[in-house]
């Protein structure tokens, strides 16, 4: 394994819309860095799964930090780099996430947890910006089981379950679990003050397929749950 580079940050993303991801580079393009840091873009094009793709640009970066975030995902706080390791000074903190929840149900859902944190601002349809704001952690962080795909921060490479989630469903709640599984602590910042991430999804029915990564998720992890009821 090559030497970790600890003034590094990788942004890996699956693109398949080349004018969200030219949006995306935008906004990571103007954040700011700390001193002596570097950062790099890792489109992966053609993936045939989330966790292929994202397997694909782990292995292509010696970065100690990675951002794995949706092309439509546009982050907003200039400081981020600076505010993740903070964070992650903490070397029990395996991943980062922005929104995601304390326990997970028997479902393996994350937003049907009964306690959700975080805070992400969803804009699915123009001039319709919807603020998502959940609970927030006492300080500067709180301990989640799951966050959302649409951004999750790690300085561990943990590979992420291709072999069981090979499609586009329930990779990030796996991940979260496979941090767990090696005694790494997952989890939300206090955005009380203002948010990190605009979310730009297109409004859409659960795909059909979900229900069979359930299904695939609660056999690998099911065991491993304690839903608060």
């Not at 590979?159 to 989890?187: A, I, N």
């Not at 297109?202 to 990564?213: H, I, Q």
């Amino acid at each position: 394994m090559a030497a970790k580079d600890f003034h590094k940050i990788a942004f890996i993303t699956c693109v398949n819309d080349e004018d969200w991801y030219d949006e995306c580079l935008l906004y990571l393009k103007s954040l700011n860095l700390p001193e002596n840091f570097s950062a790099e873009y890792i489109p992966i094009r053609n993936a045939q799964s989330m966790t292929s793709g994202y397997n694909c640009g782990m292995k292509q970066s010696d970065a100690k930090y990675k951002v794995y975030l949706h092309q439509d995902t546009l982050i907003v706080n200039k400081n981020l780099a600076a505010d993740l390791v903070k964070l992650f000074a903490d070397e029990s903190i395996g991943a980062v996430g922005v929104i995601g929840c304390r326990s997970l149900p028997k479902s393996g859902v994350w937003w049907d947890g009964l306690r959700t944190y975080g805070r992400v601002l969803h804009a699915c349809e123009p001039e319709s910006v919807v603020d998502s704001h959940c609970m927030e952690p006492e300080g500067d962080c709180a301990e989640v089981e799951a966050v959302d795909g649409l951004f999750i921060a790690t300085q561990y490479d943990v590979p992420w379950r291709e072999d069981l989630f090979d499609g586009w469903h329930l990779y990030d709640t796996s991940q979260c679990m496979e941090f767990r599984r090696r005694g790494r602590r997952v989890v939300i910042p206090n955005q009380r003050k203002d948010f990190w991430c605009i979310h730009c999804p297109k409004e859409k029915p659960l795909a059909a397929e979900y229900k069979g990564y359930q299904k695939i998720f609660v056999k690998e992890y099911g065991r491993e749950l304690n839903p608060e009821v």
